[in-house]
T-cell receptor, first 116, second 113 residues
Framework: EAGVAQSPRYKIIEKRQSVAFWCNPI?????LYWYQQILGQGPKLLIQ????????DSQLPKDRFSAERLKGVDSTLKIQPAKLEDSAVYLC??????????????FGPGTRLTVL | AQSVTQLGSHVSVSEGALVLLRCNYSSSVPPYLFWYVQYPNQGLQLLLKYTSAATLVKGINGFEAEFKKSETSFHLTKPSAHMSDAAEYFCAVSANTGNQFYFGTGTSLTVIP
């Protein structure tokens, strides 16, 4: 079974530029999550999708971050414009439908973003 | 609201020694508790989870954790460390009815030959 795929694995940009990350979840997983993991901290949930609908985006900085999952499969996370404090690893995870507490989340390898 | 505190950002043990990684939680509702492991340049992998059934939870790779409500703790242990256990370990909490996970800041485990 293929795991969660993410690309690119690494990205370096200058502040005020835009960047996009892509995630393809495990086949059949209706729930998709994006996390931000700043160096030295644990992952923080940015947004959760159930199919193509948003379940929770309470911690997404909506003035600069956006995410979509138009067909309920793969997803993109965009930052526009980027700030220095956005430097982090962005993790995508997927799970079967249901609450995050009940169903195991499977994580991708992450995209490491460096903002200069 | 839920949160977890991991005591010790770095832990070193000798190969074959006991591994003990500490996690204390705070939750206003019955919690679900999790331990994840992250190897370098990889995503997180679930080691084990507590979902209000047995208080002693066994996970993969010989790890286990015990839920102690009186101490609000969920410490991770392994009787004998292997070199392959060197990684970052994260404790996380979630409400049993919710979707939001709250991760700790992680503990980096080093295994000394």
């Amino acid at each position: 079974e293929a795991g969660v795929a993410q690309s690119p694995r690494y990205k370096i940009i200058e502040k005020r530029q835009s960047v996009a990350f892509w995630c393809n979840p495990i086949s059949g997983h209706a729930t998709l999550y994006w996390y931000q993991q700043i160096l030295g901290q644990g992952p923080k949930l940015l947004i959760q999708f159930q199919n193509n609908g948003v379940v929770d985006d309470s911690q997404l900085p909506k003035d600069r971050f956006s995410a979509e999952r138009l067909k309920g499969v793969d997803s993109t996370l965009k930052i526009q414009p980027a700030k220095l404090e956005d430097s982090a690893v962005y993790l995508c995870a997927s799970s079967l439908p249901g609450t995050a507490a009940y169903n195991e989340q499977f994580f991708g390898p992450g995209t490491r973003l460096t903002v200069l | 609201a839920q949160s977890v505190t991991q005591l010790g950002s770095h832990v070193s043990v000798s190969e074959g020694a006991l591994v003990l990684l500490r996690c204390n939680y705070s939750s206003s509702v019955p919690p679900y508790l999790f331990w994840y492991v992250q190897y370098p340049n990889q995503g997180l992998q679930l080691l084990l989870k507590y979902t209000s059934a047995a208080t002693l939870v066994k996970g993969i790779n010989g790890f286990e954790a015990e839920f102690k409500k009186s101490e609000t703790s969920f410490h991770l242990t392994k009787p004998s460390a292997h070199m392959s256990d060197a990684a970052e370990y994260f404790c996380a909490v979630s409400a049993n009815t919710g979707n939001q996970f709250y991760f700790g800041t992680g503990t980096s485990l080093t295994v000394i030959p």
